[in-house]
């Protein structure tokens, strides 16, 4: 994934700098850029995240939880679909949309 350049001006340095961006995932499985000074690594502001449409966002599902905390869900199901049926039968609350994506990937077999 391209990440993006971001010029701002930050007020604790006092000068113009290119923000050093990174992503992040965050625990509801949304990316975003994060945008900080280079130097005195004040934050600035999340940045729109390209959307890269090669990549399914289902590919992109990382469970947040237990033995595989932050693998990605289809990864996991090659390796241990066992435990992911568990995840999907027993958990149930799952956050707001996980379930029915887990859901899809097992139907993919
Ligand atoms: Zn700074």
């Known amino acids: 994934m391209e990440i993006p350049i971001y010029k701002t001006y930050c007020g604790k340095c006092k000068k113009e700098v290119e923000a050093f961006v990174r ?4 625990e509801n499985n949304t990316h975003h850029l994060e945008a900080r000074c280079p130097s005195c690594h004040k934050f600035f502001k999340y940045l729109p995240h390209p959307v890269d449409p090669a990549v399914d966002p289902l590919d992109n599902l990382i469970l947040y939880f237990g033995k595989y905390k932050g693998q990605r869900v289809v990864d996991i199901a090659k390796k241990d679909r066992e435990y992911l049926t568990w995840v999907y039968e027993s958990a149930t609350s799952l ?12 139907a993919r077999g």
């Not at 992503?23 to 965050?26: A, Q, Y």
């Not at 956050?95 to 097992?106: C, Q, Y």
């Open 23 to 26: 992503e992040r995932i965050f």
């Open 95 to 106: 956050k707001e949309g996980v379930r029915d994506k887990i859901d899809e990937i097992l």
